[in-house]
């Protein structure tokens, strides 16, 4: 097993006002030449919205965008007529493939939003443009894992241009979980998003994030009750 540790005070950061992100990748003004991506992982980054805060509309093109919200509200709209409202427990995927302009906002003129927006390279090149959403009960994800994305039918999932799957996973305290490889030979990065956990030896704090690769299966094991993100991606560059 091989493993990158992604320390969450070691993210670069902005403070726009209205959005302040933190990223775990390279990107906008913050660049770190060891941190660029994990094999076709190539964006986390994980926002805080103002009320009022809003993104205009801006292009994309080839790349699987993946949102996930856990406080508050987000209105998506883009050029290939998809439109809708995301919060905690929603999962939304974009296709860019060939070209699509789009814009999100906070839902709310008061009230902060916070997510993560994931980019990943897609398998196939200039397919049509697409999004899509869906509401997934929390429930499901309680002391095991719960695909939200992969393009595996059998995985009842939302559908990514890429052998990639996103799973999350709710563990308490104590509480140990193996992730198995959905694609042999992909890697792993794996966020604790609330709470703290154990991979391999190493504990990893509240956003702490660490790399895994080199292996098709590993346990996690919960110090404090952990909230968990898993984004399996193929590891060619």
Avoid: C
């Amino acid at each position: 097993m091989k493993t990158i540790l992604h320390k969450a005070s070691e993210r670069g950061s902005a403070d726009h006002g209205w959005l302040k992100p933190n990223h775990y990748f390279s990107f906008g003004g913050w660049y770190d030449p060891s941190k660029v991506h994990f094999g076709l992982l190539r964006v986390l980054n994980d926002d805080f919205i103002a009320g009022g805060g809003a993104f205009p509309k801006h292009p994309h093109d080839n790349m699987e965008i993946v949102t996930i919200p856990f406080e508050g509200a987000l209105h998506h709209k883009d050029s290939t007529g998809g439109e809708g409202v995301i919060k905690a427990g929603d999962i939304q995927i974009m296709s860019a493939g060939s070209g699509i302009q789009h814009s999100e906002a906070n839902d709310s003129s008061t009230d902060p939003a916070t997510l993560f927006q994931v980019w990943v390279f897609p398998k196939v090149r200039n397919i049509k443009p697409r999004y899509d959403q869906r509401t997934f009960d929390v429930a499901g994800r309680d002391g095991k894992w719960q695909v939200v994305v992969s393009p595996k039918e059998e995985d009842n999932a939302l559908w990514i241009n890429q052998d990639a799957r996103f799973a999350l996973a709710d563990l308490s305290a104590g509480k140990e979980i193996t992730y198995t490889n959905g694609f042999k030979g992909n890697g792993v990065f794996l966020v604790v998003i609330k709470g703290s956990a154990e991979v391999n030896g190493i504990t990893l704090g509240e956003k702490d994030a660490i790399g895994i690769s080199e292996t098709d299966e590993f346990v996690v094991k919960a110090g404090e009750n952990a909230e968990l993100l898993a984004i399996e991606v193929p590891m060619g560059e």
